[in-house]
Structure formats: C-alpha cells, structure tokens
C-alpha cells in the first residue's frame, strides 16, 4: 500500500521534534523518530493491524485507526490502496482536547 503523510501529521512530527530536542537532545529525537518511521513503513504491508481509538470510536469516527510507537499514537485511515496518516501524538496527550484544537486550528 502507499503511505501518504498528510501535512497535519508533519507539522505534528516537527512540533514533536521540537520538543524533544528543546527538552532532551537530538540523540532522544533519533531515538524517538526511528521507531515511528518504522511503524509507519509497517503499515504498508499491514495497514489493518491499528485498532480504532476509544476517544474516535465513541464519536462514531471508526474509519480511522493507530498504532503505538513508543510514546506516541499514529493515527491512520486506509482508503482504497493509501494509508492516509492524520496525526502523531504523544499518549500522555488528552485526545479529545487535542483533536478540538486541531479543529479551532
């Protein structure tokens, strides 16, 4: 399947990077980045293997799915022969408040 990186989940790549560098270091970011580029190459082959989020599931958004990396959620839909990746968040993040303000935004 194709992958397709929309631009909310690479602005949400670099606001991570950002933060992880300004609070750690750029060795923590490389640590961090390469297991969420593996997980996101994974599901090209395996774009069915995520679950649904609670937090979208009870708002009847069932189309989309995530996958853990680390500390952080990759949140996907699959259409047709493309994994559309939406968002990466961390999951110590209120769900809710995050998707409301990505909608404000």
Known sequence: MKIVLLESAELDLQDLRSYIVK??????????????????RNLASFPLLGAIPDELQKLNLTQYR?????MNRIIYEVRQDTVYIHLIVDTRRDMLSFLLRRLVR
Do not use: D, E, R
């Not at 609070?23 to 996101?40: E, G, Y």
């Not at 995530?66 to 680390?70: A, D, H, I, K």
């Open 66 to 70: 995530q996958v853990l990396s680390g």
């Open 23 to 40: 609070n750690f270091s750029v060795a923590t970011w490389q640590q961090t980045f390469q297991p969420i580029k593996a997980s996101i």
